[in-house]
């Protein structure tokens, strides 16, 4: 089964073992990265696709009639037209939990981070603050303990739950919110505003769907604690972007850490990527890139492949046609 792998580049720097894939694959071509005009030449006459990113629309799956397996190297489909593949008689795989630990210890490290203050104090010693100190330490009156804080947890799944888990073991309650707007609070879960108003930090969890796109808006963000943290490693249209710089540069939220923005890979003049505004701190959508985390999708596709190759449903089957 010849299989291409249309913008392997975003997976794989050199740093994994690809083996297991290559022989799944049969016969495999790895490009770096692939534009909409290439997919076509690409993929013609090709029998299995993996991709990232790279947008499958229908018109592209309709020009593909010997197509029949996408392995989508991420959890999330989106840009892969789904209907199409279905109409079209073409199995969609994705990767799931490959990321847990990376992204639960992301989420932490921005917590820390903010909390015990170690960029900043960095900063100050790299400063010559430190060498001018009259004491043998620098304090810095804005460090706090985690232990005891509230974390607030939107969107419940494997990762929400791992990131709990965390989370206690350094002392901090959990509140678990409920869907914005819920009629009735299930047990164990709290109120969604009423978490927005207790917390010390709100981390976002939940999948970009039309009901949580904007979730955190401008409502949501005067609801939270001044001195709130928010995190968000999820995606980026959770959050009302230009809301958030506002709320950040005029103090009405302490802090903003995200690995995620709306547009990606975001524009120079971003607002959250504006220079005044120390308190939001930004990685690349790096958040499940440990080694390891990549190296759990090859096996992942590997075993998509593999289960294609033999007839077999694949397992993690986001459309399988009969």
């Known amino acids: 089964m010849e299989t291409v792998f249309l913008d392997g580049g975003s997976l794989d720097r050199g740093d994994l073992d690809l083996q297991p894939l290559r022989e799944a694959a049969g016969r495999l071509i790895c490009y770096p990265r692939t534009h909409p005009e290439a997919i076509l030449a690409r993929l013609e006459g090709v029998e299995a696709a993996i991709v990232n990113k790279v947008p499958l629309d229908a018109d592209t799956l309709a020009a593909l009639p010997q197509l029949r397996l996408i392995a989508v190297a991420a959890t999330g489909t989106n840009n892969v037209d789904l209907e199409a593949a279905r109409a079209h008689g073409i199995t969609v795989t994705h990767c799931r939990d490959y990321g847990t630990a990376a992204v639960a210890q992301h989420v932490l490290a921005f917590m820390l981070d903010h909390f015990t203050r170690i960029s900043a104090a960095t900063s100050r010693v790299r400063a010559g603050e430190w060498s001018r100190s009259p004491h043998f330490c620098l304090i810095d009156p804005a ?6 804080k509230r974390l607030g947890i ?15 073991a350094l002392g901090m309650e959990i509140r678990i919110a409920e869907h914005r707007g819920a009629r009735a609070i299930r047990t164990g879960r709290w109120a969604f505003e009423q978490v927005l108003q207790e917390v010390d930090v709100l981390s976002l969890h939940c999948p970009l769907t039309p009901q949580t796109r904007g979730l955190i808006d401008r409502e949501a963000l005067r609801a939270m604690r001044s001195d709130a943290l928010l995190i968000n490693t999820a995606r980026g249209g959770l959050v009302d972007e230009p809301a958030l710089a506002e709320a950040l540069r005029g103090g009405a939220l302490a802090g903003a850490a995200l690995d995620v923005l709306a547009q990606e890979p975001p524009p120079p003049d971003h607002p959250l990527l504006a220079e005044d505004l120390p308190n939001c701190t930004v990685t690349p ?27 077999r449903k694949p397992s993690n089957c986001v459309v399988a046609p009969v």
Request: charged content about 15%; overall charge neutral; glycine content about 10%.
């Open 154 to 168: 939107v969107g419940y799944g494997t990762l929400g739950q791992r990131v709990a888990q965390l989370a206690e």
């Open 143 to 148: 460090t706090r303990e985690l232990a005891g």
């Open 285 to 311: 959508h790096s958040a499940w890139t440990a080694v390891e985390a990549r190296q759990r999708i090859v096996h992942q596709l590997s075993e998509a492949l593999a289960a294609a190759a033999a007839g």
